[in-house]
């Protein structure tokens, strides 16, 4: 095998291994699963004040009331007479 | 994914790895968003029986991947106006006048009409048309289905947006790779700009990328916010993305920075491409192009050298006169510099062997090769058609396991153009009979008056749809569509990775909406073939689908929130790659074949034309809205209540227009109607027209299409041969002529009565 060879087959166990830890965290039931999202949360974690992924639209949403949802469903929030 | 930090053991043994908490009442659903093409994993929360609302995942790979568009989806598919019961046209094509009846009803009307049309003209006279990402999926059966009946002339928009990139990087090496971005060392990205509230996980990714010191080139006429963050900016002319790669191309082969050991093992037609090449010098690209030679040196060398790089997908390729060329030298340039197949380079992922793929669902093989052949576009436009794809059934198969891989579904469609010309009676054989499904095509395509004309030569029109779109308002049957927040969901990546994902349902779909498994389990029915469709629920077709992995699809979408095949690269080496000659064809056989330059090439502009001084590009949405979509919910809308052109102020002054006036777009094909919006970061001369615009509180019914007919872009986007890439047929987009006049005296169109579908008020 050669040098460039070897590269690639470590680089392919590195995948393997960061594809089954991810696979384990999407679990998060047992002990290693935990122990794998631990540490892909640490390893993707961003500093707050340096987070391009931060936005008010995103974080503060607090969904909508299933109640105004029926209500809007069936139109009652339209004026009567102003369509 | 990034390398594994160091970390304390003590800390996990002690932490608590809980969900994040839910309030009183509320239960949470793990669901994969459709509000795009993008499908981010995101969490809904479910309260009384509804989804109330929408959060990203609580997982760390996919956190944060959600934009405004997934949050505010319960209230849009809440809206009063969505379509929960199956409706019939009443009065003339296009009057706007429905009557509700049962499912029941429409299809035994639906089965006999579309059954006397095909005993009259043949299956190939209906034409079927999905917007394949968005629906959610139609899961392979509509291809089913009309593989079953007869009919190859099935189109979808991704015939102009990544399905026609698939088909086209198959003639290089064989299948459509995926950038493998957590540890690449350079991204290119051509026109593309990934933004938080749009392609969300794909700039997560590039800003990733970046944080960890990979480089970013950009090539955008627009100094974009991507342009404004990138390493090196290569500012060019709309549309001509194939010109700068020759200029690449040059640098790289005249300066040996390729990969020459993989270009003498791997590839075939070396010394031809870069005899193509020097048809190219710096000076020329510069011309066509607009760039600094020594920039366009300077970012060809960083792509070389920086190595593992990367050249994601993007549209704005699809979409230009040059598009096979264009896709056809980004093939070229991550093969010979040796980025394929390799950790931080393009991956080709091929499928997942656990489960049914969509290829293998669509059952492609029932279809008889004389019907194959009646593709519409086979003959003058092969490239993504079956004629064009049917020669990689031998090396798929050696390769991936399976004659037939339809990426992202748009490796064996009919050309859109030659499929609605033959619906306007100006084909070579007539098409009768046009379904489409969670698609507006009257808008999703090119040459709107040529779509207007085909639809209303139909003899029977049935539309799959949520809201009154301008498509479905001349159709025959409206037929009331479910959403991804009331039905499951396997997630195959549109069969373009290996990783799948399950989306569950997280309420019961309104009135008498159903899923498209539902519709085609009934169209079939309606055919007298039940057998087709033989599953009884959706959830047994999905068991079928995942039965490989040894788990129950309830089981799987329990515990297993994404579902990888084991990561392998440098397969080529044993298997070699799935092209006829087992190489890297950088000249392609199989163009050859079909009688096209094998070799890449560059289609200057046609002459210029005095009265269309701008050149304008199309296909860009606003942030709040996907395609034609969105338009209807108040919070979206209000982030954006008119469509907006842009230009800078030097041709804004030229064009004796300013800032906030509404004026016309025009060209030869027609004109759309915006507001001016001046931007100093467009170039000179450049227009950008956004994409899908209607308005749906406008007036319903042939003369307005609620706005289409003021708004909708697609009347600009010409399809006649000068604007066709000549491979595939798809329109040019990026670069047509046009002219920007004021509209005198005009305010926004005016919101005509029509009570019964009207927006309430807000």
Redo the contacts between chains.
């Keep these: 095998m050669s040098v460039e060879q070897k590269k690639?087959r470590k680089?392919?166990r590195?995948?393997?291994l960061?594809?089954w830890?991810?696979?384990r965290?999407?679990?998060?039931?047992t002990f290693l699963d935990?122990?794998c999202?631990?540490?892909?949360?640490?390893?993707?974690a961003?500093d707050p004040t340096?987070d391009?992924?931060r936005?008010d639209?995103?974080d503060n949403?607090?969904?909508?009331?299933?109640?105004e949802?029926?209500r809007?469903?069936?139109?009652e929030?339209?004026?009567v007479g102003?369509? | 994914?990034?390398?594994?930090?160091p970390?304390d053991p003590q800390?996990?043994v002690d932490?608590k790895?809980e969900?994040r908490p839910t309030r009183e009442g509320v239960t949470t659903k793990r669901m994969i968003c459709a509000a795009c093409d993008i499908a981010c994993s995101v969490v809904g929360?479910v309260?009384?029986?509804?989804v109330?609302?929408?959060?990203?995942s609580?997982?760390?790979?996919f956190?944060?991947n959600?934009?405004?568009k997934g949050?505010v989806a319960?209230?849009g598919l809440?809206?009063?106006n969505?379509i929960l019961h199956p409706l019939k046209r009443v009065g003339e094509r296009g009057s706007g006048k429905f009557e509700q009846v049962t499912w029941e009803e429409a299809m035994g009307d639906i089965g006999g009409r579309l059954k006397k049309i095909i005993a009259e003209y043949g299956p190939e006279a209906w034409a079927v048309s999905t917007s394949q990402w968005n629906t959610s999926t139609d899961h392979g059966l509509g291809r089913r289905v009309m593989n079953h009946v007869g009919s190859p002339n099935w189109i979808s928009g991704v015939a102009l947006c990544a399905g026609n990139t698939a088909a086209v990087n198959r003639f290089t090496y064989g299948w459509f790779p995926f950038g493998d971005f957590?540890?690449t060392n350079c991204i290119v990205l051509m026109g593309h700009n990934p933004r938080?509230?749009s392609w969300t996980p794909l700039?997560?990714s590039i800003?990733?990328a970046q944080?960890r010191g990979a480089k970013l080139i950009v090539m955008d006429p627009r100094r974009s916010s991507s342009a404004e963050r990138a390493d090196i900016w290569l500012p060019l002319k709309a549309g001509s993305d194939a010109a700068m790669m020759f200029g690449w191309l040059k640098v790289i082969i005249d300066e040996e920075l390729y990969d020459k050991e993989f270009v003498a093992n791997w590839t075939l037609g070396f010394e031809d491409l870069k005899e193509r090449v020097n048809e190219y010098p710096l000076e020329r690209v510069a011309e066509l192009t607009g760039c600094d030679p020594e920039m366009i040196a300077e970012a060809a060398r960083v792509y070389a050298t920086s190595g593992p790089s990367i050249i994601p997908w993007t549209p704005i390729t699809d979409m230009q006169r040059n598009s096979t060329s264009g896709i056809r030298l980004q093939t070229i340039l991550r093969s010979i510099c040796g980025y394929v197949d390799?950790?931080?380079g393009e991956l080709l992922q091929g499928f997942n062997p656990d489960i049914v793929n969509e290829s293998t669902v669509e059952m492609h093989h029932v279809l008889s090769d004389e019907q194959k052949l009646k593709q519409l576009g086979s003959k003058d436009h092969p490239a993504f058609t079956y004629r064009g794809q049917l020669a990689f059934r031998e090396p798929t198969q050696r390769v991936y396991g399976q004659e037939y891989a339809n990426l992202v579904t748009g490796c064996h469609m009919a050309t859109p153009s030659e499929t609605f010309r033959a619906m306007a009676g100006e084909g070579e054989y007539p098409v009768k009979a046009f379904f489409f499904l969670g698609n507006n095509p009257l808008m999703s395509y090119a040459n709107m008056p040529l779509i207007h004309k085909a639809m209303m030569n139909q003899d029977l029109i049935v539309s799959h749809e949520q809201f009154m779109t301008p498509s479905a308002q001349l159709a025959d049957y409206i037929l009331p569509a479910d959403s991804w927040l009331e039905r499951p969901w396997i997630h195959d990546m549109f069969g373009w990775m290996s990783t799948i994902r399950f989306s569950e349902k997280a309420m019961d779909p309104?009135g008498d909406c159903k899923s498209t498994f539902e519709f085609w389990k009934q169209i079939a029915g309606a055919l007298d073939m039940p057998e087709v469709v033989p599953w009884d629920t959706i959830e047994d077709f999905y068991d079928y689908r995942v039965a490989g992995t040894g788990k129950s699809f309830a089981d799987l979408i329990s515990?297993?929130?994404?579902?990888?095949k084991?990561?392998?690269?440098?397969t080529y080496e044993k298997t070699g790659f799935a092209t006829p000659s087992g190489k890297v064809e950088l000249k392609s056989s199989l163009l050859e074949e079909l009688g096209f330059d094998p070799l890449p090439y560059f289609r200057e502009d046609p002459p210029h034309d005095k009265d269309y001084p701008q050149k304008m590009f199309t296909g860009v949405r606003e942030d709040p809205y996907f395609q034609t979509g969105h338009r209807h919910i108040p919070e979206m809308r209000a982030r954006c209540p008119e469509p907006q052109i842009y230009l800078n102020e030097k041709t804004a002054k030229a064009a004796g227009v300013a800032e906030g006036d509404w004026v016309s777009v025009e060209n030869q094909l027609g004109s759309v109607k915006a507001i001016l919006a001046v931007k100093d970061a467009m170039p000179d001369d450049l227009v950008r027209v956004p994409h899908g615009w209607w308005k749906p509180e406008m007036k319903q019914g042939n003369g307005s299409l609620s706005g289409a007919w003021d708004y909708s872009d697609a009347q600009l986007c010409r399809d006649d041969p000068d604007y066709l890439d000549h491979e595939q047929g798809i329109p040019h987009l990026k670069g047509i002529p046009c002219r920007v006049v004021p509209l005198a005296a005009e305010g926004p169109a005016k919101a005509a009565?029509n009570?019964q579908h009207?927006?309430?008020?807000?």
């Design positions: 690639v680089k392919e590195s995948a393997r960061a594809i830890m991810a696979a965290s999407s679990r998060n039931k935990r122990l999202r631990k540490m892909i949360t640490k390893a993707t961003v340096k391009f992924m936005d639209f995103v949403d607090q969904g909508f009331d299933p109640d949802l029926d809007y469903q069936r139109g929030t339209a004026v102003q369509q | 994914m990034p390398a594994p930090v970390f800390e996990i932490a790895y969900e929360e309260q009384k029986g509804r109330t609302k929408i959060r990203s609580d997982n760390p790979i956190k944060d959600i934009c405004m949050i319960p209230k809440a809206h009063p969505r957590s540890s938080r509230h700039y997560n800003r990733s944080a390799v950790p931080g309104p515990d297993t929130e994404v579902y990888f084991k990561p392998a690269f440098k009565s009570a009207m927006e309430p008020a807000e």
